[in-house]
């Protein structure tokens, strides 16, 4: 029996006037069916470029790259993907290996970027992942990786003493990386600073089911959705989803009340929407509930997400709610000997 497993990006939202560029490489080992490794680039959250080991090929994901970048672009992406895929093939060996997991499902992950906010400032990310949870990160104000468990530390001791790669790390993010981010957006203005207002509506698959409040369509992808109580915000068994991209480009994300709250005193809760498309709040109350929408509405907005996070991102593995780093990486071979435990990973930024 196949398990399917998705990824789920913990990202920084894009709020207006803000842009992101973020790379996500995904090494998968175990009976899953998944591509061995994959590559996902976001600009402002959105997929603009691919690569897996079973394509091997890099491929533009929006229309906008196509236009602009042409052979020569894709053929050097694709020659330092299919690179990363070997070193990210001996990456994972190694973490399972320090985690003492000889069998089952498991991802080693490689995440890196950059954002440039409305007022000039950056920010980087560049940080590794073994199975959902951070394995080391760096962080570039001092210079100096982040080992959350033991079986990082012989990584950070090693990485700490590259002071040129760590050098070359925070030069990459701060500059290089923003250099890129400009030019992507540069190239997609009309997409990426475009905005969408969402649209908002109350789902409820039976009179005991929580309520949800969906929106979707909406576009850059920061939305605020709160549940509200004699308009005051509400926060007792309330539940907020995480934001998914839909199939065309948009965002979707729901908040869902326990029905328990609001049954007896229907004109009492409302569900509120504040995005940069909308012009003004968006208020849904709970009398507008959608009557009787039954299991297959319900499952199709579910089916929905699912298929847009796996058309998006491939449907890569791992529970994985991660989130933040950039560039130049390292990786571990052998535990057992110190000196060449944490091999260098090749040039793995990708443009």
Not at 41 to 69: A, C, H
Not at 113 to 119: A, K, M, R, T
Not at 130 to 148: C, E, M, R, V
């Amino acid at each position: 029996m196949r398990t399917v497993i998705l990824l789920l990006l913990g990202v920084h939202l894009a709020y207006a006037g803000t842009h992101s560029l973020k790379y996500f490489y995904t090494a998968v080992s175990g009976d899953i069916d998944f591509p061995e490794f994959t590559i996902v680039g976001l600009v402002d959250e959105g997929q603009f470029m691919y690569f897996d080991s079973n394509i091997k090929r890099v491929v533009p994901k929006t229309e906008w790259m196509r236009q602009k970048e042409g052979a020569d672009y894709w053929d050097g992406e694709t020659q330092t993907a299919t690179g990363t895929h070997q070193n990210f093939r001996n990456n994972i060996q190694v973490a399972k290996e320090r985690f003492n997991h000889s069998t089952g499902v498991h991802s080693f992950q490689f995440m890196y970027g950059c954002q440039l906010d409305d007022d000039g400032s950056t920010r980087g990310y560049w940080q590794y992942g073994y199975d959902g949870d951070d394995f080391i990160s760096f962080d570039k104000s001092t210079l100096t990786w982040t080992a959350p468990n033991a079986q990082a530390v012989i990584t950070k001791k090693k990485w700490d003493d590259d002071k040129a790669g760590n050098e070359y790390q925070k030069t990459y993010l701060e500059n290089e990386c923003i250099e890129w981010l400009k030019k992507y957006v540069g190239y997609g203005k009309d997409t990426l600073e475009r905005k969408d207002a969402p649209e908002v509506f109350l789902l409820q698959k039976d009179p005991s089911s929580p309520v949800l409040c969906q929106a979707t369509g909406f576009y850059p992808s920061n939305i605020m959705m709160t549940w509200q109580k004699n308009k005051e915000d509400h926060y007792e068994d309330v539940a907020v989803g995480t934001t998914l991209p839909n199939i065309d480009g948009t965002f979707q994300k729901t908040i869902t009340l326990n029905p328990e709250e609001w049954k007896n005193n229907k004109e009492a809760y409302r569900c509120v929407v504040q995005h940069v498309g909308a012009a003004q709040d968006i208020v849904v109350t709970v009398k507008d509930i959608r009557s009787n929408p039954g299991s297959d509405n319900t499952i199709a907005i579910v089916v929905g997400c699912l298929v847009a996070v796996a058309a998006v991102l491939a449907a890569i593995v791992g529970l994985v709610l991660w989130k933040r780093s950039n560039g130049y990486g390292k990786a571990s071979t052998k535990d057992s000997d110190s000196e060449n435990s944490d091999q260098q990973l090749s040039q793995v930024t990708s443009k």
